[in-house]
Nanobody, 120 residues
Framework: QVQLVESGGGLVQPGGSLRLSCAASGINFGAAMMGWHRQAPGKQRELVASMTNNGNINTADSVKGRFTISRDNEGNTVYLQMNSLKPEDTAVYYC??????????????WGQGTQVTVSS
């Protein structure tokens, strides 16, 4: 069974840092594009950052220069290092994986999310 389990969220003050982790199992992690999305209450889910299996990184303008995505293929884990956090970063952060089955069909998986709250 496919599992994506996020951890590392919490309450931090503006300017603080957090590192989110997503442990993946049940998928060929090394072949997957991994990403982080976030969703604030009442708002649409948005892409934060993604990283292909080849190392290509896409980062949202709103977090560029502050957030860094990385992955450990041996440990089947993707990370999101978040620095200089702002109140507007408050959201539930979701890990996702996109990969293609042998048939070529695109598959997408999501974790349950971890809460990040930035507040004084």
């Amino acid at each position: 069974q496919v599992q994506l389990v996020e951890s590392g969220g919490g309450l931090v003050q503006p300017g603080g840092s957090l590192r989110l982790s997503c442990a993946a199992s049940g998928i060929n992690f090394g072949a997957a594009m991994m990403g982080w999305h976030r969703q604030a209450p009442g708002k649409q889910r948005e892409l934060v950052a993604s990283m292909t299996n080849n190392g290509n990184i896409n980062t949202a303008d709103s977090v560029k220069g502050r957030f860094t995505i990385s992955r450990d293929n041996e440990g089947n884990t993707v990370y999101l290092q978040m620095n200089s956090l702002k109140p507007e970063d408050t959201a539930v952060y979701y890990c996702n994986a996109v990969l293609f089955r042998w048939s070529g069909v695109r598959r997408e998986y999501w974790g349950q999310g971890t809460q990040v709250t930035v507040s004084s």
